[in-house]
């Protein structure tokens, strides 16, 4: 596609409940990042993709987060069990680059997460 | 653990005015910085500086890497509206796998 495209744009979800996420990167772009963006706070690592392999998983905050990648292109992020503290701007990105660099990265427009 | 702070949190200008946004790191085997527009959702690349790429400078914006003081700076000028955002920067830190460190970011607002 011409641009990181994620989906969806917003969704307020019950404590408890299970929520996923997804993000359809740049065709051709091997590497794919998840990140989350709290009010206020910087964007926070959660998970790197190369392929359909997850290198460094460092970031996902606990168990009930998981993330996986198919076919080298499309990701889901799935957080089970949600909690109020799971709201954020859960922000994902692509690059061209393979294993060593990621240099610039290009970012979808985020999913916005509300948990009640 | 790496680490990025931006300074100030935030700040307001008058437009026509010039402002210069601070980016510190602690990083292990630092190899790139890239500084981030961020105006509603999605961030967008302004500038990547690295060792062979110190300055950088694009119209009224433009960028240093200190490596000496592991920093950088971010100036405009003759700032508008339009300059209004948040402003990330980010450092890479290569290791088992390549990811980019972010601060937490410049709240930039550019008044009439």
């Known amino acids: 596609g011409a641009g990181v495209s994620q989906s969806p744009s917003n969704k307020v979800t019950e404590k408890g409940k299970d929520v996923e996420l997804r993000c359809d990167p740049i065709?051709?772009?091997?590497?794919l990042y998840w990140y989350r963006q709290s009010l206020g706070q910087g964007l926070e690592f959660l998970i790197y993709?190369?392929?359909?392999?997850?290198?460094?998983k460092s970031g996902l905050p606990s168990d009930r987060f998981s993330a996986e990648r198919t076919g080298g292109s499309v990701s889901t992020l799935t957080i089970q069990r949600t909690q109020q503290e799971d709201s954020a701007v859960y922000l994902c990105?692509?690059?061209?680059?393979?294993?060593?660099?990621?240099?610039?990265?290009?970012f979808g427009e985020g999913s916005r997460l509300t948990v009640l | 653990e790496d680490k990025v702070v931006q300074s100030p949190l935030s700040l307001v200008v008058h437009e026509g005015d010039t402002v210069t946004l601070n980016c510190s790191y602690e990083?292990?085997?630092?190899?790139?910085l890239l500084w981030y527009k961020q105006e509603k959702k999605a961030p967008t690349f302004l500038f990547m500086l690295?060792?062979?790429?110190i300055e950088k400078k694009s119209g009224r914006l433009s960028s240093i890497l200190d490596k000496k003081e592991l920093s950088s700076i971010l100036n405009i000028t003759a700032t508008q509206t339009g300059d209004s955002a948040i402003y990330l920067c980010?450092?890479?830190?290569?290791?088992?796998?390549?990811?980019?460190?972010f601060g937490t970011g410049t709240r930039l607002q550019v008044t009439l």
């Open positions: 065709s051709g772009h091997t590497a």
């Open positions: 990105a692509s690059s061209p680059s393979g294993w060593g660099s990621p240099g610039e990265l290009f």
């Open positions: 993709f190369q392929g359909n392999s997850a290198p460094d």
């Open positions: 980010a450092v890479e830190a290569p290791g088992t796998a390549s990811k980019l460190t």
């Open positions: 990083v292990t085997n630092f190899r790139s």
């Open positions: 690295t060792s062979s790429g």
